[in-house]
């Protein structure tokens, strides 16, 4: 499995946008870039993914690089209920693959 | 739609003892998951099922656990004996067919052997 590189923790004021960076260097051309998030004393849950166009849903915005060797997801008005650990996580679309979870990023809000 | 329910949402024992997770994943979701969260680390998968078919099964510790899904639905991990190391958060998770997303967790399982 490919491996991405976050900051282990990162904080932000509330109300204001967030920027999650992850490297991913050794992305090959099959891994989806997944995000997934786990509040305290829950299970992780799905954020968003992406291939190779940003996208935006809901929860977030996922921006891509050009060469996919870096992602960052984007929070645009964090709120107190954004606090988490946030996981950037390569999936691949063929083969057995299977969430591979690193340490991720611990998200603070500052109120 | 009802999420992934696992139970107990907490269990203590005491080392040598024998203890048992139950998880019931999303209604339609073929494949199952159970992973191990250790404090201040990311979950670490360790059994997958296709419907009733462990598929990859490489990261359990099989000399004292054991897995099932007996008709594809509901799964059960146990511990037989439960050790102190054992102490962690044990998640189940499901996805549907063609799973490149959408994974979704239950809540989790706080296990504490003393």
């Known amino acids: 499995d490919a491996k991405t590189t976050q900051p282990n923790s990162m904080e932000s004021n509330e109300e204001e946008p967030v920027h999650l960076p992850c490297n991913h260097s050794?992305?090959?051309?099959?891994?989806?870039i997944h995000w997934y998030r786990q509040l305290p004393s829950q299970g992780p849950e799905y954020v968003i993914h992406?291939?190779?166009s940003n996208v935006n849903n809901r929860m977030a915005s996922l921006a891509i690089a050009e060469d996919r060797k870096s992602s960052t997801l984007i929070l645009h008005r964090a709120t107190l209920r954004d606090a988490a650990v946030y996981y950037c996580?390569?999936?691949?679309?063929?083969?057995?693959?299977?969430?591979?979870f690193g340490t991720g990023t611990r998200l603070t809000i500052i109120p | 739609e009802a999420g992934v329910v696992q139970s107990p949402r907490y269990k203590i024992i005491e080392k040598k003892q024998p203890v048992a997770f139950w998880c019931n994943p999303i209604?339609?979701?073929?494949?199952l998951y159970w992973y191990r969260q250790n404090l201040g680390q990311g979950p670490e998968l360790l059994i997958r099922?296709?419907?009733?078919?462990?598929?990859?099964d490489s990261q359990l510790p099989k000399d004292r656990f054991s897995a099932e899904r007996l008709k594809g639905v509901d799964s059960t991990l146990k511990i037989q004996p439960a050790e102190l190391g054992d102490s962690a958060v044990y998640l189940c998770?499901?996805?549907?067919?063609?799973?490149?997303?959408?994974?979704?967790f239950g809540s989790g399982t706080r296990l504490t052997v003393v």
């Open positions: 992406g291939l190779t």
């Open positions: 050794t992305i090959s051309g099959t891994d989806y």
């Open positions: 099922y296709e419907n009733e078919e462990a598929v990859d």
């Open positions: 209604s339609g979701h073929n494949t």
């Open positions: 996580i390569l999936l691949s679309n063929f083969g057995n693959e299977k969430l591979t």
């Open positions: 998770a499901s996805s549907p067919p063609g799973r490149r997303y959408g994974y979704t």
